[in-house]
């Protein structure tokens, strides 16, 4: 088994106990033979500061001091690749690390954990991942902005907005050849749902469209598509298979055994995957 996202111990998210001596410890107890270990890098947040919900500016610095003690370990038995976890930032396909930086590890691990930014509709408001209000926004006032907010989704409409991740996500695979593996993806649309856009009033098969040059590129680039435990459109994966997209499954492990994303639940992301090529 292959697990190309679990987080360190230099994070604010990942446990202490997350150093690569445990972290290989837990891969061989769980079956795991090859891994990625993951540092966030996130050059700049949507809210211009240091700070932003679970993320903190992080750069240069913070990259070397992970990859020295990564370095520094000998694996005993599990294969292991150096990577970042960064943020998609617009449908150019800028992301949150500088190109320098990347050459530095051997996977980008490519997110959205929030709204990108999209000609027809800059990013001007914040949720956090789970579609809570950010807490600047969480007043009466911040309530009317939602609802401009809301106005304007609806006005570029959900299709616009599923073509635009599209199109991120393609830009970015083509400008920075170290992206491998779009990170946590299942349906590839949580972010929109989550800023309020109608993805549902997009049938699955006009999605599935959308979606075909983004699978046919991933195919012909190699890169990975993440699946974690809540799984994915059966026909959606169906035709991403169709078209030799690969497909990699994770826990999002930012613990070992207990706790919140623990590495031991990837077993849950690979029964997913399990039963889905089994439909």
Request: hydrophobic share 35%.
């Given at each position: 088994?292959?697990?190309f996202?679990v987080?360190?111990?230099l994070?604010?998210?990942?446990?202490e106990e997350?150093?690569?001596?445990?972290?290989?410890?837990a891969?061989?107890?769980?079956?795991i033979?090859?891994?990625?270990?993951?540092?966030?890098?996130?050059?700049?947040?949507?809210?211009?500061?240091?700070?932003?919900?679970?993320?903190h500016?992080?750069?240069?610095?913070?990259?070397?001091?992970?990859?020295?003690?990564?370095?520094?370990?000998q694996?005993?038995?599990?294969?292991?690749?150096?990577?970042?976890?960064?943020?998609?930032?617009?449908?150019?396909?800028?992301?949150?690390?500088?190109?320098?930086?990347?050459?530095?590890?051997?996977?980008?691990?490519l997110?959205?954990?929030?709204?990108?930014s999209?000609?027809?509709?800059?990013?001007?408001f914040?949720l956090y991942?789970?579609?809570?209000f950010?807490?600047?926004?969480d007043?009466a006032?911040g309530?009317?902005?939602?609802?401009d907010?809301?106005d304007?989704?609806?006005?570029?409409?959900?299709?616009?907005?599923?073509?635009?991740?599209?199109?991120?996500?393609?830009?970015?695979i083509?400008?920075?050849?170290?992206?491998?593996?779009?990170?946590?993806?299942?349906?590839?649309?949580?972010?929109?749902?989550?800023?309020?856009?109608?993805?549902?009033?997009?049938?699955?098969?006009r999605?599935?469209?959308?979606?075909?040059?983004l699978?046919k590129?991933m195919?012909?680039?190699?890169?990975n598509?993440?699946?974690?435990?809540?799984?994915?459109?059966k026909?959606?994966?169906?035709?991403?298979?169709?078209?030799?997209?690969?497909?990699?499954?994770?826990a999002?492990?930012?613990?070992?055994?207990?706790?919140?994303g623990?590495?031991?639940?990837?077993?849950?992301?690979?029964?997913?995957?399990?039963?889905?090529?089994?439909?």
């Open positions: 088994m292959k697990d996202h987080h360190y111990h994070d604010a998210c990942g446990h997350m150093t690569m001596p445990n972290i290989e410890r891969c061989i107890e769980l079956g033979d090859e891994a990625a270990v993951l540092k966030h890098y996130s050059q700049q947040l949507p809210n211009g500061k240091n700070d932003w919900a679970a993320w500016v992080q750069g240069s610095a913070e990259l070397d001091k992970f990859l020295d003690e990564y370095k520094a370990y694996p005993k038995q599990v294969v292991f690749h150096s990577g970042v976890e960064t943020e998609l930032l617009n449908d150019d396909g800028d992301i949150n690390i500088p190109l320098c930086d990347q050459e530095k590890v051997d996977i980008v691990q997110s959205i954990h929030f709204m990108i999209t000609k027809k509709l800059p990013l001007e914040l991942p789970n579609g809570a950010s807490p600047e926004f007043t006032d309530q009317k902005q939602w609802k907010w809301l304007k989704v609806n006005t570029v409409g959900a299709e616009y907005l599923i073509e635009a991740t599209v199109s991120g996500y393609m830009n970015a083509k400008r920075f050849p170290k992206v491998r593996s779009l990170a946590h993806m299942d349906n590839g649309l949580a972010h929109l749902y989550n800023y309020g856009a109608d993805v549902d009033s997009v049938s699955i098969s999605r599935i469209e959308i979606f075909e040059p699978m590129l195919s012909d680039r190699g890169v598509w993440e699946l974690t435990a809540g799984g994915m459109n026909d959606m994966f169906k035709r991403a298979r169709e078209l030799g997209v690969n497909f990699t499954c994770t999002d492990g930012h613990q070992l055994y207990n706790g919140w623990p590495l031991a639940k990837h077993i849950d992301a690979e029964n997913t995957l399990n039963k889905l090529m089994n439909m």
